[in-house]
């Protein structure tokens, strides 16, 4: 007879490139390369990464880039605006990037409204964000819905990413987007910015479990988020101060969320996404930090990694 190791559940550990190269501020990455942000998460451990935007976007380009990495691309933001488009334009706009996935077998994308989101705002408290009412996102949610529908029939999921500064922040925004959509889509669970949001990671992750595709591990520093909070300061503030930080570097039970998925059988990708100012956290250092904790926990939870 089998024993229970024999079923136990794998996944893959990938990381966002944004600890080297962050898009939204450039300058606080500038002494570092996409090259060196492939090669350091490929020497670390990592197998995936998530596009940036300083990777090539034509689809050749980025094949053969991540391949020169011997990395595998393991999805990738996508800036919605389905409140300001309408279903004909937002396909049309996020069709380059569904083929490309497709073509690149990404394991999905990372799709967020962006269309009023203050989190590229310096100057805009993240206490500012748009917010809607439940029947306002119920009606957003038919809406993506159908996007969604869309994109998996050209053989690409979307996870949509709750995040701080946008219109589903908090855990009341992501379980009325869950409730008002269909299961076409998915979710891309993120414990940092669900915490930050005021959220309740454990019940929210046990709540949509099926429904849950896609994993960011990000963990937050909350004395930073209590002053960023109290003292009405941006997301970017945030990110420079160093609210967000690898796992096992801040408050969040990663073992705790690790058996949840294994309890829930989830064998997808868990991906490091922690952006902060380098030269107060040295990149390969704190992507080291957080893959050994990943790796700790996922052993300590039968989830074995591939």
């Known amino acids: 007879m089998k024993n229970k190791k024999d079923f136990k559940m794998s996944v893959k550990i990938g990381i966002s490139p ?3 190269q962050n898009d939204d501020l450039p300058k606080l990455t500038k002494d570092f390369t996409m090259e060196q942000a492939l090669h350091e998460a490929r020497e670390i451990g990592y197998t995936g990464v998530e596009r940036g935007q300083r990777m090539p976007h034509d689809t050749e380009g980025l094949k053969a880039y991540l391949e020169s990495a011997k990395i595998e691309l393991c999805g990738g933001w996508c800036s919605g605006n389905s409140l300001v488009n309408d279903f004909s334009k937002e396909c049309e706009v996020i069709s380059q990037q569904v083929d490309q996935f497709v073509e690149l077998s990404s394991p999905c994308i990372v799709y967020a409204e962006c269309s009023n989101t203050v989190q590229g705002e310096m100057q805009t408290p993240v206490n500012s964000r748009p917010k809607l009412t439940r029947d306002e996102i119920f009606s957003y949610a038919s809406k993506i819905s159908e996007i ?4 998996s029939d050209r053989g690409m999921p979307m996870a949509y990413h709750h995040h ?3 219109i589903i922040e ?6 009325w987007l869950m409730e008002g959509s269909s299961s076409d889509l998915s979710l891309c669970f993120d414990t940092g910015h669900l915490l930050f949001g005021g959220g309740d ?3 929210t992750l046990d709540r949509w479990g099926d429904r849950i595709h896609h994993v960011h591990y990000k963990d937050i520093r909350p004395d930073i988020v209590k002053d960023i909070r109290e003292n009405n300061k941006s997301f970017l503030d945030a990110v420079i101060a160093g ?3 690898v796992p096992g570097d801040g408050c969040i039970d990663f073992q705790a969320v690790s058996n949840s998925l294994a309890a829930m059988s989830y064998s997808g ?3 490091v996404e922690a952006e902060q100012d380098p030269a107060k956290a ?3 250092d704190y992507s080291k930090m957080g893959y050994e904790h990943i790796v700790k926990v996922c052993k300590m939870a039968d989830l074995s990694i591939n």
């Not at 908090?170 to 379980?175: A, G, H, T």
């Open 243 to 245: 609210a967000f930080t």
């Open 269 to 271: 990708w868990i991906v």
């Open 201 to 203: 990671v454990m019940a």
């Open 282 to 284: 040295p990149p390969y």
């Open 170 to 175: 908090n855990e009341d925004d992501v379980n």
């Open 148 to 151: 969604a529908k869309w994109c």
């Open 18 to 20: 944004i600890a080297w």
């Open 164 to 166: 701080m500064g946008s």
